[in-house]
Each structure stands twice: as C-alpha cells, then as structure tokens.
T-cell receptor
Framework: DTEVTQTPKHLVMGMTNKKSLKCEQH?????MYWYKQKAKKPPELMFV???????INESVPSRFSPECPNSSLLNLHLHALQPEDSALYLC??????????????FGEGSRLTVL | DQQVKQNSPSLSVQEGRISILNCDYT??????FLWYKKYPAEGPTFLIS?????DKNEDGRFTVFLNKSAKHLSLHIVPSQPGDSAVYFC??????????????FGSGTQLTVLP
C-alpha cells in the first residue's frame, strides 16, 4: 500500500465555518506534511510532523490548526478562513530514515474554496 | 527568496527527441535533490532523485545530472513520449528540526511532448 488518502477531495466553506481536512497513510512513515498549492505555483510547506510531534510550522496563521492523532493520521482544522486561503491542500508522508531521504508520497489533495 | 528556481515555465519537445529541464538552487544545506511530476488535479509523484555526493543518476529514460559547484541540476528524458506531458517540479531537501526533512520546490516547468 503506497497511498496517501485525503478527504474530502473538494470542500466549499464560508468564512465563519469550521471544517477539517483529513489525511491517512499506512506505509509506516513517521513524517507527515501539509503543503498548500495555489494555481500555477509550487507547493508551499505549512507544517511537518515527525514522530507525531509538530517539528516545523512555517509561520502559518492560527486559523489553520494541524493535529496528528497517531502515526497514520494527520488532520488540518480550519476556522475563520479568508477567501485567499482557497487552494489545493496536499498531504504527504515520508520515512525519516531510508535510502531516499526527502522522497515524499503525496495524496491527491483537497481542493478548498472559501466564499 | 526563492531557494530553488526553474527559469523555464514551459518546454515543448517533439516525440522521440530529448527533453532537458533545468533547475538552480542557492542553499548549500540542500543535500538531496528530487524531481516530481504532476498531472492536473493530482498530487505530485516522485520521479527520480540524486544525492549531493553523486553527479548522475539514471533510471530508464530519465537521467538527473547534478553540478554541485554551479548549484545546478537537470533532468533529461530520452526519448520523450506524449505521456510525459505534465508539470515537472524540481525539489531540494535538507535536514530540519525533529529529524524531518524539509523539501523546497521550484516553480515547475510545463513539458509538452508533441506527437
């Protein structure tokens, strides 16, 4: 199983809503990532979890709240978002030790639209 | 400050010919380099990688070359096939906090292989 599964694939929310994006992997990877990608731009790192602990937060606004309940799951809780937060949110996972460091396995992404 | 740059937003190549995609980086802390391929509405998928201690890595039709002194890498695809048409992202990896690796992407090159 080499898949990273993200749900939902599409999400439309108002600025006052609270919603969550979910990500799951069963490859035994101990690093999990959230990236944000706007149209015609590269993926931008938001958060990194290693061994279920938040290790990198790239100065992301607090309206985005990550959570790693266990080594297979990663959530991104969304609250009071702005229209400019509309983007493709990509989850990824990787080994922390291995022959190909930095090889991330990406999910298909969750397309978020904030009205 | 863009640490990984792909200066060609697009490239068109005839089927059967060689495609050469270029990438430059500025941060000397990067020690592993990867190429990802992305189709619309999908997450990036890993293509090929190279460690900073090597200057060439080959996998079938794909070869990545690294010139560490020039901080430049390139991806060669030969022969190019129409199915190779996609956006190609160069990425550079370095160790960050918590043993996780931080991956920085270039802006991508849209490759179109013409039949």
């Amino acid at each position: 199983d080499t898949e990273v599964t993200q749900t939902p694939k599409h999400l439309v929310m108002g600025m006052t809503n609270k919603k969550s994006l979910k990500c799951e992997q069963h490859m035994g990877h101990r690093a999990m990532y959230w990236y944000k990608q706007k149209a015609k731009k590269p993926p931008e790192l938001m958060f990194v979890y290693s061994y279920e602990k938040l290790s990198i937060n790239e100065s992301v606004p607090s309206r985005f709240s990550p959570e790693c309940p266990n080594s297979s799951l990663l959530n991104l809780h969304l609250h009071a978002l702005q229209p400019e937060d509309s983007a493709l949110y990509l989850c990824a996972s990787s080994q922390l030790i291995g022959p190909r460091p930095g090889e991330l396995f990406f999910g298909e992404g969750s397309r978020l639209t904030v009205l | 400050d863009q640490q990984v740059k792909q200066n060609s937003p697009s490239l068109s190549v005839q089927e059967g010919r060689i495609s050469i995609l270029n990438c430059d980086y500025t941060n000397s802390m990067f020690d592993y380099f990867l190429w990802y391929k992305k189709y619309p509405a999908e997450g990036p998928t890993f293509l090929i990688s190279i460690s900073s201690i090597k200057d060439k890595n080959e996998d079938g039709r794909f070869t990545v070359f690294l010139n560490k002194s020039a901080k430049h890498l390139s991806l060669h695809i030969v022969p190019s096939q129409p199915g190779d048409s996609a956006v190609y992202f160069c990425a550079a990896s370095r160790i960050s906090s918590g043993s996780a690796r931080q991956l920085t992407f270039g802006s991508g090159t849209q490759l179109t292989v013409l039949p």
